[in-house]
C-alpha cells in the first residue's frame, strides 16, 4: 500500500478548495473593479454638475433675487460636495481591487507549493503542502479582511446638510452654518468634510472679523478647543488630504499661545504640501515666539518667497498681511520676542514692497528724507489720515503700513487693505480714507512707514469705544 495515499488525497482536497477560493476572489475583484468604473462615471457627471452649477452662480450674480441666487449656492455647494464624496468612493473601491489582484497573486504561490506536493516525492512533499496550506489560509484570511472593510458612502441628507451649511458659512453666518454642519454629522459621523466646515465656522463664529482684517477676537480658549477637535477629527477620518485641516488646527493653536501645536500641525500642513507660504509663515512667527531665531528667519524668507514668487497680487498681499498680524501677537503676547518681532515684520513689508514694485529695496532710508503721517484716526467706519513727504529722491520706494487694535490693550492686526506702495519723489502729500466695516471696531490705529524698505517712523491715532 502506498503511504503517500492519504497526503495525496489531501492535497487533491486543498487543490479543489484553492480553486475555489481563487475564483471566489477573482469574482470580488471584478465586482470591485466594476463598481469603481461605475462611481467613476459618477463621479465624473457630480464633477460636471458642479461646474455648471458654479458658472450659474457667477453668471446670476447681481441679476438675481437673494432666495434665488442662495439656492443656486445650495446647489453649487452640493454638487461639489457630492463629486468629492463619490471620489472618495471611487478610490475605495479601486483600491479593494488592487487589494484582490495581489491577494490573487499570493494565492497562486500556495497552489504552486500545494500543486509541486504532488509531483516531488520524499521529504520534500510534506513541506511544500504544509507551506502551501499556510501561503492558502493568509491569503482566505486577507481576502476576507479585504471584503469586510467599509466602503465610505455619505448619505444624500448629509451632503444636503452640508452644503447648506458651507453656503451660510461663506455668506456670513457662521453661527447657523455651525447647526447645519452638526446635523450633517449626525446624520454621518464618519463624514470627514462635515467636521472640517464645522472647525472652520467655529473659527469664523468666535472671530468675526477674521475674513476681512485676520483678527482673532475670541475670548476663552471653549471655541477654539472645539475648532481644533473637529478639524483633528477630520484629519483622522481623511488623513493627508486636506491642508485646511493642519492649517486650521495651527492657527487656532498660535493664538492660543500653544507653539508646540502649532508647530506640529504647520509640519502635518507641509507634508501634504511644502509650496504653501501662509504655512511657514506662520511657522516662522511660532518659531519666533519659542526663542528659535534661526528657525523663523529661515521659514519667513522661505514662506515670502513663495508668497512673492509671481509678484504683487491680491493673494501675496493678504498672505503677508496675516503674517504682519501673527508677529504682531508675538511681540504683544511674548514682550521679550518683541524686538525680534518687529525686525520680522519690517523683512516682510521690504520683500513685499520688493515684489509689488518690481525692484530691489536696500532697506535703507535716504538721508534727509522727511515723511509725515498727519490726521491718524477712525472715523465713520473708515481709516483716516494725511501722508506727506519731503526731500525724497527720484523713484523713492515709499510704503505705509495701516494696523487697528480691535481689543482694549490687545495685540494689532494688519488687515490685507490697509497698506500702500508708492513710487514717489520730491515733495508731496495724499488724504487717505479707506472704509473698513468691522465688527470689533478697532479701539486704536497704527501705521508704520517704510521708505526704500526701511522703517522710518510709527503713528498711532485714536479708535472708537471698543464693540467687542
Excluded at 517704510?450 to 464693540?467: E, H, I
Aim: glycine letters at 10%; aromatic letters at 6%.
Amino acid at each position: 500500500m502506498d503511504d503517500a495515499g492519504p497526503l495525496k488525497r489531501h492535497i487533491a482536497i486543498t487543490l479543489s478548495l484553492l480553486a475555489v477560493l481563487a475564483a471566489g476572489l477573482a469574482i470580488a475583484q471584478h465586482d470591485a473593479g466594476t463598481k469603481e468604473s461605475t462611481t467613476a462615471r459618477e463621479t465624473t457627471r457630480a464633477a460636471v454638475r458642479a461646474l455648471r452649477a458654479n458658472v450659474d452662480v457667477v453668471a446670476g450674480r447681481g441679476v438675481e433675487g437673494r432666495r434665488r441666487a442662495e439656492a443656486r449656492k445650495v446647489d453649487a455647494a452640493r454638487d461639489t460636495l457630492r463629486q468629492r464624496a463619490l471620489a472618495t468612493t471611487r478610490i475605495t473601491w479601486n483600491t479593494r481591487s488592487t487589494q484582490y489582484t495581489t491577494v490573487i497573486a499570493v494565492l497562486a504561490a500556495a497552489l504552486f507549493f500545494v500543486g509541486y506536493a504532488l509531483v516531488v516525492d520524499g521529504p520534500l512533499r510534506p513541506y511544500s503542502f504544509g507551506l502551501g496550506v499556510a501561503t492558502g489560509i493568509f491569503a482566505a484570511a486577507w481576502g476576507a479582511w479585504i471584503f469586510h472593510l467599509p466602503i465610505p458612502e455619505t448619505p444624500t441628507r448629509a451632503i444636503d446638510a452640508a452644503a447648506r451649511a458651507t453656503v451660510l458659512s461663506a455668506g456670513g453666518r457662521p453661527g447657523e452654518a455651525v447647526a447645519g454642519f452638526s446635523r450633517a454629522i449626525a446624520a454621518d459621523g464618519d463624514y470627514g468634510a462635515a467636521f472640517l466646515g464645522r472647525s472652520r465656522a467655529r473659527l469664523l463664529a468666535a472671530n468675526p472679523d477674521y475674513p476681512v482684517s485676520g483678527a482673532f477676537t475670541a475670548r476663552g480658549d471653549r471655541a477654539s478647543r472645539l475648532a481644533i477637535g473637529d478639524a483633528e477629527q477630520a484629519q483622522a477620518l481623511d488623513p493627508g488630504k486636506d491642508l485646511l485641516g493642519p492649517g486650521l488646527i495651527a492657527l487656532q493653536a498660535f493664538f492660543a499661545g500653544r507653539m508646540d501645536e502649532a508647530l506640529t500641525a504647520t509640519q502635518s500642513a507641509m507634508a501634504i504640501n511644502p509650496h504653501v507660504p501662509d504655512a511657514w509663515l506662520l511657522r516662522g512667527a511660532a518659531q519666533l515666539a519659542r526663542g528659535d531665531r534661526g528657525g523663523a528667519d529661515a521659514s519667513l524668507t522661505r514662506g515670502m518667497g513663495l508668497a512673492t514668487a509671481g509678484g504683487a497680487s491680491e493673494r501675496a498681499r493678504r498672505v503677508a498681511a496675516n503674517a504682519l498680524t501673527e508677529l504682531a501677537w508675538v511681540a504683544h503676547d511674548r514682550p521679550r520676542r518683541a524686538a525680534d518681532a518687529r525686525r520680522a515684520a519690517d523683512r516682510i513689508v521690504a520683500a513685499e514692497t520688493a515684489a509689488t514694485l518690481r525692484r530691489p529695496v536696500e532697506a535703507t532710508a535716504p538721508a534727509g528724507a522727511i515723511v509725515r503721517v498727519t490726521g491718524l484716526r477712525w472715523s465713520a467706519a473708515r481709516l483716516r489720515l494725511r501722508l506727506a513727504w519731503d526731500r525724497l529722491p527720484p523713484g523713492t520706494a515709499l510704503t505705509a503700513v495701516a494696523y487697528e487694535r480691535p481689543l482694549p490693550r490687545g495685540a494689532w492686526t494688519q488687515p490685507s487693505a490697509l497698506a500702500l506702495f508708492l513710487a514717489v519723489s520730491g515733495s508731496g502729500a495724499r488724504d487717505i480714507a479707506a472704509p473698513a466695516a468691522r465688527v470689533c471696531r478697532p479701539t486704536a490705529v497704527r501705521v508704520d512707514v517704510f521708505l526704500d524698505g526701511a522703517r522710518v517712523g510709527t503713528t498711532t491715532g485714536p479708535g472708537v469705544a471698543p464693540t467687542c
